[in-house]
């Protein structure tokens, strides 16, 4: 496949290696420390010396600053070996990055001599012992650091270099992570999806290769966490190692057999290929390891592009996905109820219908949840909210499913028809907004529909709630007590980067809020996204299981939620819980005690 290639777009890399890239690395303060010393040390003295050795740089001054930026370097490599002796953390790789820390250390010593001695104008001659060290030190060095340029850590840093000009999502690069949705395919295209590495653009590839092998993503995946057969890190390296010369030294696909691990071309769907079908459904799409990867990495694409062939081309879905496609083409739901019955939990509400009142200010998206038992009650909780405040509002009651679960499990034919027609029935009515409670919903309205002529203000009920109360049109303050943590929906966080909205509100309760170790944007899944309860990849533990332990870990009573598929994932989780609550619902009792 092809991308355009504009030698301009090098002139981004400074900003985006120097911005976005460091906006990753610093989340761990002591690896971005041992990052800026070990890799900026080496480049500076590395320019610094050469400059010199030209006879550009010159003087004790000169010679003064090449020693800080030499002694600099050598100090971040010599941390960076520490870090992985005696013994490395486990999502770190080893292999060849064993021998980058201190090829980088001598480096730093080559060049740090030749830049001194040349500044200082206290030439070493090359025949003496002095000299004849200096020259073996940059020989082993430069020599090693050229050799692991070839299919070792020199290699994915230059081809990270050259993936932030060219990167995939141009996007990501506005500080709003805004680039989110999945590019639409060629549905007359002789393939759908991807099964070889050829089916991949050139810059899809180059960010594959990418990786260093840093383990942020391995760390940050809750599939791997909960021993699904999924390691991102394995994964992009399977892809990259399919063509090219790769060493991966890191931790497998957990649970899967070695011969199912070896690098091909073919990367799924026969026999011999090097990603197994368990690989690619155990992921929940929740965005952790995009988000956590500081070589910008788009693991996501290439993990739906694996899931369309499959889907489109083999029909090889497991478990019950292929039951949630019949109901969609049936029903145009995932349950497969009929459309109007997704209003018949409110029928003592008596809501207004767009059909029969509108303009309207606001166009509640009932969705999926209408069908829920469980997630009535917060649809309940949040209409009397909005009835309390006075807001203008109707429902749809015709709308479709929005096509997120279709898009995510790889059916881009299924989503299409769906979204095309949510947006034909939207455009026969008039209102100002949307709002859902269910983040899914908000992102595919809000970024997959725009491409496809759905252009909407869209807006997450918590970021609604949270502007009425601003407003005054809800008084909720310090009606309620107690202990309470928020567990953060990825489609929310990660995806539409709303973190503040629902903190802003619980702190208006008089509650004591408490954070899980895994918050905001570097949240923990609940288990519910990618099509993950209908594929039903076992692993060693339920991902609920694990999220709904570190809330235990704060000693909360209540486990503050704003998504249906958050409440309905930790709910299910059988161990002694804390109690989970959807935000409509304390909202709701924090009015009402204060207007009785």
């Not at 290696?17 to 002591?30: C, E, K, Q």
């Amino acid at each position: 496949m092809n991308a355009p290639v504009r030698i301009s777009d090098l002139l981004n890399v400074p900003r985006r290696y120097l911005v976005d890239v460091h906006a990753i690395v610093d989340r761990r303060p002591i690896a971005a420390r041992m990052h800026t010393f070990a890799a900026g040390g080496f480049l500076l003295t590395g320019i610094l010396g050469l400059l010199a050795a030209a006879g550009l740089l010159n003087g004790h001054v000169a010679a003064v600053v090449i020693a800080l930026s030499g002694m600099s370097g050598i100090a971040g490599a010599t941390f960076a070996f520490a870090r992985r002796s005696p013994r490395k953390p486990s999502y770190l790789s080893g292999g060849l990055y064993y021998s980058l820390p201190w090829l980088l250390g001598l480096a730093n010593i080559f060049f740090m001599g030749v830049g001194i001695s040349s500044a200082a104008d206290l030439m070493v001659a090359w025949n003496t012992p002095s000299g004849i060290i200096l020259l073996l030190t940059g020989m082993v060095s430069l020599t090693g650091l050229a050799l692991i340029t070839g299919k070792g850590p020199m290699r994915h840093a230059l081809a990270g270099t050259l993936h932030l000009a060219w990167h995939p999502r141009p996007g990501r690069f506005n500080g709003q992570s805004a680039d989110t949705a999945f590019a639409q395919i060629d549905l007359d295209a002789p393939k759908l999806g991807a099964n070889r590495v050829e089916d991949f653009a050139w810059n899809e590839l180059l960010g594959f290769d990418s990786c260093v092998q840093c383990g942020r993503c391995e760390a940050a995946c809750p599939a791997f966490a909960a021993g699904l057969p999924l390691n991102p890190k394995k994964f992009v390296n399977d892809i990259a190692g399919s063509n090219a010369p790769v060493q991966y030294a890191g931790s497998p696909h957990p649970g899967l057999p070695e011969h199912r691990e070896q690098a091909g071309p073919i990367l799924i769907g026969e026999e011999g290929a090097s990603i197994a079908p368990e690989t690619i459904w155990a992921c929940t799409t929740c965005r952790a390891c995009v988000d956590a990867c500081p070589m910008m990495i788009e693991h996501l694409d290439g993990m739906i592009a694996l899931r369309r062939f499959e889907t489109l081309e083999h029909g090889a879905t497991p478990g019950k996905a292929g039951d949630l496609f019949d109901a969609l083409r049936e029903t145009d739901t995932q349950s497969g109820n009929p459309l109007p019955a997704r209003l018949d939990f409110a029928a003592d509400l008596a809501l207004p219908l767009m059909k029969e009142q509108h303009p309207v200010e606001v166009l509640l998206w009932i969705g999926e949840g209408g069908y829920e038992l469980r997630n009535q009650r917060s649809l309940r909780a949040f209409i009397k909210l909005l009835r309390i405040a006075q807001i203008d509002f109707a429902v749809l009651a015709e709308e479709r499913d929005c096509g997120d679960a279709a898009r995510r499990l790889g059916d881009e034919i299924e989503f299409l028809r769906l979204a095309q027609a949510n947006i034909a029935t939207l455009s026969r009515y008039s209102f100002r907004s949307i709002v859902t409670l269910d983040p899914h919903v908000a992102h595919s309205l809000t970024r997959d529909y725009p491409s496809l002529g759905g252009n909407y203000q869209v807006f997450h009920h918590t970021t609604f709630l949270d502007g009425l109360v601003r407003e005054g049109r809800l008084s909720v303050e310090g009606q309620l007590n107690g202990r309470v943590t928020y567990h953060d929906p990825c489609y929310l966080g990660r995806y539409l980067n709303e973190i503040d909205a629902p903190r802003a509100l619980i702190d208006k309760l008089g509650v004591e809020r408490v954070e899980m170790a895994r918050h905001g944007r570097q949240s923990f899944c609940c288990g519910g996204g990618g099509g993950g309860p209908v594929t039903d990849i076992k692993g060693k533990q339920r991902i609920p299981d694990l999220r709904m332990e570190q809330a235990r870990e704060t000693e909360a009573e209540i486990v503050v939620v704003a998504c249906p598929n958050c409440t309905t994932m930790l709910e299910g989780v059988t161990q002694p819980r804390p109690l989970v609550r959807e935000l409509s619902e304390i909202l709701l009792e924090a009015v009402e005690r204060r207007s009785s």
